[in-house]
């Protein structure tokens, strides 16, 4: 009877040290944390380029820099755009992230007006274009009124 309780013990004890490597191995490496903005400095900070043509307007064509943490730069509405850039952080929104390929947009044209931005916003990389080709990429602007100008 001893000898079947040590026999026994053995075996899950050799049953265990095995799973708990192959437990642990499955579920892969332990995830990085996701980077905190308030400590990452500068780095956090929103700098970016916007540039504006074919507006149909003069004043809203053209080169314009935007900070923010604190709003400054070039730009003609610098606080408000930071705050609604502030908005859709909050939102958890991708405002600069390209409309999907599979979306269902309205073919409507919001004219030829163009606008690139180009930087970085809470520390992540920007570089995108924005139309008013469809609806969707209509809305895109819209979704990003003032830091894009408004036109109709």
């Known amino acids: 009877m001893l000898r079947r309780l040590a026999l026994t013990a ?3 004890l050799a049953a265990l040290s095995a799973a ?34 074919d507006s149909g307007d003069p004043a809203a064509d053209g080169v314009f820099e935007l900070e923010c ?7 003609p509405a610098a606080q408000h755009a930071c705050n609604r850039l502030d908005e859709l952080a909050d939102e958890g929104a ?3 992230a390209p409309v999907p390929r599979d979306a269902m947009c309205t073919q409507q044209f ?4 163009t606008a690139r931005v180009t930087g970085t916003w809470r520390g992540r990389s920007i570089d995108t274009v924005l139309t008013r080709g469809n609806g969707c990429e209509i809305s895109r602007w819209n979704n990003l009124r ?5 036109i109709r």
Not at 26 to 41: K, S, V
Not at 110 to 113: E, L, Q, V, Y
Request: a neutral charge; aromatic letters at 2%; charged letters at 5%.
């Open 94 to 96: 991708a405002p600069f």
């Open 10 to 12: 053995v075996a899950s």
């Open 20 to 53: 708990v490597p192959a437990a642990t191995a499955a579920t892969g490496p332990l995830p990085l944390p996701l980077p905190l903005p308030l400590l990452h400095g500068d780095d956090a900070r929103t700098r970016l380029t916007v540039t504006v043509s």
């Open 110 to 113: 919001g004219g030829p007006a």
């Open 69 to 75: 943490g604190p709003a400054g730069g070039s730009h």
């Open 146 to 150: 003032p830091v894009l100008p408004s």
